[in-house]
């Protein structure tokens, strides 16, 4: 256990202090975890394994014409996504730190959040206007870069959330149970997309395949799951009080604010900077350990698409079980130690996949490494919020956000180099097993005091 002096004594994100709540007398936890249950709908069937993929393949090579055509088509359709969605972080990247800043001087958090939910359903609802047509193809990748923006701008008003419905004492299992649902709703959403729209032919709901009607429909689906989902808690999210109200706020001023911010948290606040690099990084190697799993398991152990998708199903609902497990740790421990676990353990288990080939050792070591890859992220949001000085929250997860995209490069980009070095797809992990080690040495010195401990011990 760090023993070190508590960065952050003064918050009362520290304190034992009672939880808001509703009409019901009680915080909206349940609230706050349907929200991550339904909003996962996006990044699990739209961005990763449905949508994205029929806008990438089927519209990117419709009309193409011979083998090497068609391969040429579907590397043009994944530079197109790949391109739109790097706008898209940049947007993240500038526009999160501001929208924090402006939700917490204002007390706009509420309001934002709502706004930023409805955007994303709007905009998923709009998807349909895709035709399996390459001309197409563009509108396709500008709406799911759209899509990503706004979810994730909407996350970052969700996450200041969790130090208003919770204590020290619960906080863990709060956000662990949360990230469980959101990984539990993704296995049910996609098991229905699967059965409704695409297996068997054209699914239970019969909807012709003709145009990629079948394809299409999905969204709609998606987008009043995500509606549902995340209507309770933009009903009852807590009050959020402005840290400045009645002042003017532009913009411009808005950055100003925030290059100030930054300026006095290195001053004075230098723990929590230091944790903004190292989660960072660390983050990007957990984030690229999902999204290079399906190309590890295609391109190195030869699954089918049926078997790439059951294996992401099964993922998912183990990552599940991990975060549901982790967040009581988390309470029983701290943050620290879950982070510090987490991430040897996915060192270890990632080293294990890189030294042997086998296709059983893929499948049982890949599915040990989801149970760590929830439990860290979910400890990390955690971490944030003990970190956070009052009133600053939303602002600070502003900065998690916008640090996480500015490095979002090194975990993928660490996987393609170490594939170009060594020729072997499945040495690629490697580089995400590099960019976790260096996220844990940079994150292992940080004296974090009583915020990385259990509540009882701060």
Known sequence: MDSSPDPSASSPALSPAPSPVGRSGRPPVASFALWDGGMSAFSSVILTFVFATYVA????????????????????GSQTLAGWQSIGAVAVALLAPLLGNLADRGGARNALLRIFTIATVAIVALMPLVKLDA???????????????????????VNSVL????????????????WAVGYWGSILCLGLVLVLFVMPGTGVLGITAEDGWNYRAIPIFVAIWILLGCLPLML???RHHATSPGEP??????YVQIIQRVI?????????LQYLVASAIYRDGLGAVFSIAGVLAANAYGFSTVEVIIFGIVANLVAGFGVFLGGRVDDRLGPRVVIIAGCLGIIVLGMIVF??????????????????????????RNLLTRLSQPGRETENFGLYATTGRALGFLGTGAFTVVVALLGDTRSGILGIVLVLALGLVAFV??????????????
């Open 249 to 254: 706020w532009n913009p411009w001023q808005g």
């Open 445 to 458: 010195p940080i004296k974090l005091g009583a915020a990385g401990r259990a509540a009882q011990e701060a």
């Open 135 to 157: 001309d197409y193809l563009t509108l396709g990748a500008i709406l799911i870069a759209l899509a990503v923006v706004t979810s994730e701008l909407a996350g970052v008003f």
């Open 163 to 178: 130090p208003e419905i919770s204590t020290p004492a619960n906080r863990g299992r709060i956000s662990g149970t949360a």
């Open 264 to 272: 006095r948290a290195f001053r004075h606040e230098p723990i929590m």
């Open 236 to 238: 009852r999210a807590p």
């Open 57 to 76: 393949s089927g519209v990117a090579t419709h009309g193409a014409v011979g083998e090497a055509e068609i391969e040429a088509a579907k590397a043009h």
């Open 355 to 380: 030294l042997f080939s086998s296709t059983l050792v893929f499948w049982i070591v890949g599915l040990m490494i989801c149970l760590f890859v929830g439990p860290v992220q979910s400890a990390s």
